[in-house]
């Protein structure tokens, strides 16, 4: 009889043990690690060629949206710009000559249409052309810093040559937490991030939340969104914790306590 009361008061204490140690868990994973971020990243290319003139920006240095990143030698393209222009302004020339005369019933139908259509195919070169004169120079799609230069002030290049790296100023923090966090964690809910390389303290709002839960690991990605990226870099690492967790309730603890504890 001893031995069936020993064994059952083993397995009660057991159980206890396991639920005091969920919630002690479930406390600790409010408290996470995080990767910094950048919300944009690109590698910029060239899209003509030509010798790079200039480099606005070195490794390291940041740029604001729009800021000329690098130009190409746009000489020819400018000559053909003004070419095609010149070509342009002569076929409008024989347009306008072909209505005049055709109201005057010395023209035909088709003459005409064969001149408009020689001003539309010249206005596409045109545009072509004069888009060619803005790809040499290249500009910031976003404001961000240099990460590597790819390419040297007076190299040759041609299109899709890789001229620079760049990353976003905008940074977002991602952690991986666990996927019954699902069942209170939400958008908008606020990250208080611990970055380690600088000890920093910094604010954090969750925008986004894996699609998919690992079923190995049953975890899932989240990403918030840092509200303050002045001294913080992409590749750093934080102590992520989650205010809005919810906490091991005593009122569960007395009730789990009071259900497993044996009999007197």
């Given amino acids: 009889m001893n031995r069936y009361v020993s064994s059952w008061a083993s397995t009660a204490g057991l ?20 990767q910094i971020e950048a919300l944009y990243s690109t590698t910029i290319s060239s899209e003509v060629s030509g010798r790079i003139d200039d480099i606005g920006y070195r490794e390291g240095e940041s740029f604001k949206k729009g800021a000329t990143l690098a130009s190409i030698d746009c000489t020819s393209y400018a000559a053909e710009r003004d070419r095609v222009a010149a070509k342009l302004a002569s076929a409008q020339a024989k347009r306008d000559n072909q209505e005049q005369l055709a109201r005057l019933e010395s023209a035909g139908k088709l003459e005409v249409d064969l001149a408009r259509l020689s001003v539309n195919e010249t206005s596409a070169e045109l545009r072509a052309a004069r888009a060619n004169v803005a ?43 666990p996927a019954n966090w699902l069942s209170w964690l939400k958008k ?25 839960v ?10 918030a969104r840092l509200d303050k990226t002045a001294d913080l870099r992409p590749g750093m690492t934080a102590r992520a914790a989650f205010p809005g967790a919810p906490k091991a309730g005593k009122d569960n603890t007395d009730d789990t306590e009071q259900t497993t504890k044996p009999a007197s």
């Fill in 188 to 212: 908008g809910d606020t990250v208080n991030l611990s970055v380690s390389e600088t000890g920093t303290p910094v604010t954090a709002h969750v925008v986004r939340i894996g699609a998919a």
């Fill in 214 to 223: 690992d079923p190995v690991s049953h975890t899932i990605p989240i990403w």
């Fill in 135 to 177: 790809r040499c120079n290249i500009n910031a799609p976003f404001a961000g810093r240099v990460n590597s230069l790819e390419a040297s002030l007076g190299q040759s290049t041609k299109p899709q040559d890789k001229l620079m790296t760049i990353v976003g100023e905008e940074l977002n923090a991602r952690v991986i937490v």
């Fill in 15 to 34: 159980a206890v043990a396991a639920v005091i140690g969920v919630g002690c868990c479930a406390n600790a994973a409010a408290a996470q690690r995080a």
